[in-house]
């Protein structure tokens, strides 16, 4: 039985590398600390650089807390099957999504797996989803620096770069500079830091309480020697939206937060030409 | 080799039995999504039951983002070793923690492991560490359904109830669900589901502002039939006090959130006793 083993282990190989080397771009979105935002990071990165002409796909490895079917509005919807694998959820022309949600039954039942079960769920989500040809490819990643996150990094042939999130709280910090530390020990460029949920602005008296403190993300940035992509500001709005479904970079929201938002998913494909990966359809 | 390691396994577990059948109540907090506040309402409850005059141990099983040793102003400190294990940090004269941050050498070094090593760690702080007659274990599990809370789960002969913190905004209720039915697939009595950063205060206009909104932790445990404990409103001041290492409802400090936290504390001592598994040094 092994040498039959042993061509099939190849065969996946060979499939794996193949779906991944149409995928110019793979950026993998962490953060230390849960409840920092790094799904609504996802989900805003993914949809403004499809708003930006790219094309775009958006897979979700928090196998245990998947919520961009939720924040995309595409709740309910479930893979189909092609010729070519399964095919992605399509959010919009240029923007597709993988979730373990869009083959769960129901929604309230928890996914209690194991590890060695959950790197299999995430190479079927990159080996058998029909990408297709993509400028890029968004990893949202599960808090911490566990199964999940590994699994992403060691069967991708080639990271392009890390995204840490971060709030400007100490705690959170503490964990992103691990973050910073796992990207690197696994040879993965770190594109920067996002300090999110910086300031609060009281609807009311319009005066800004730094609820969460301020700061903290650039400064941890500066310390670490890696960039600092930018704060974006917390409104209670965008709680509201994300629960409708709507990401705050969508047009016709032309906010703080989506305009800081812009400017970062700039400095992401400043990060990425530089390096030499460019996008094909790049309008700058 | 094998019936040795049969003896050895069976030892293995009788130490571990004889650890946890010396502590009267082992409660599991736990959330579905990360960031909504379980480390502190892990680190808030230990000291408000060691306050209450109870002996206490906190064990910290997020093995990737370890916050309980700088939520509780212990950052730093080490394990020591003794005749009877390793001796958990004492906090308190009757509240003792343990946490991987007080094995690792440098606080920014991630630990990047995968399921059955992290098992084996938390199968190292239920059974190594010397914790002595307790009133209550309180575990702090990472967010999620994975390896960490599955192996305490499994480990522990008898969990006497798992306490689950959510924020009230719908895809962290969405993803407390999960927690509740992973609570009943394991057998584990649900003692209640937590609101945490509930409504905010505008310190300068007093104002509020449901930032995360308001009421949907109490909505969720309505619908999934289990008590509900209460909610813990959102101050920025708590975020200052969990980065400074002081948990909020130390003696002095008498705030809204202390108060909430002290009823809520209240109503778990009661859920355990109608269970018949009461506490030794109850004074109520």
Request: proline share 7%.
């Amino acid at each position: 039985m092994k040498p039959i083993q042993i061509a099939e282990k190849k065969d996946e190989d060979k499939v794996l590398k193949d779906r991944m080397s149409r995928i110019k771009n793979k950026i993998i979105v962490m953060s230390g600390k849960g409840g920092v935002g790094k799904t609504s990071v996802s989900v805003n990165l993914s949809y403004a650089l499809a708003l930006m002409g790219r094309e775009v796909g958006l897979v979700d490895i928090d196998l245990h807390g998947p919520n961009i079917a939720k924040m995309l509005g595409v709740e309910g919807q479930n893979f189909t099957g092609s010729d070519n694998g399964i095919e992605p959820v399509r959010v919009l022309p240029n923007l597709k999504a993988a979730s373990i949600s869009f083959a769960a039954a129901n929604p309230d039942m928890p996914i209690i797996w194991r590890g060695p079960l959950k790197m299999s769920a995430i190479r079927q989500f990159l080996e058998e989803i029909n990408w297709g040809e993509l400028d890029y490819l968004i990893i949202d990643s599960p808090p911490g620096t566990g199964d999940e996150p590994l699994s992403a990094c060691q069967l991708i042939p080639e990271v392009s770069g890390a995204v840490i999130v971060t709030t400007p709280q100490d705690v959170s910090i503490l964990d992103a500079r691990k973050s910073v530390f796992f990207a690197r020990q696994l040879k993965i460029p770190v594109i920067g830091i996002i300090e999110n949920m910086s300031g609060f602005v009281c609807p009311h008296c319009g005066k800004e309480t730094p609820i969460f403190k301020k700061g903290g993300g650039e400064k941890a940035a500066k310390n670490l020697g890696v960039p600092f992509l930018g704060r974006i500001p917390f409104e209670p709005e965008l709680v509201e939206l994300a629960d409708r479904g709507i990401p705050f970079v969508s047009e016709g929201l032309d906010g703080i937060p989506a305009r800081a938002f812009m400017e970062i998913c700039r400095r992401i494909e400043e990060f990425l030409s530089e390096k030499g990966t460019g996008t094909p359809h790049s309008r700058s």
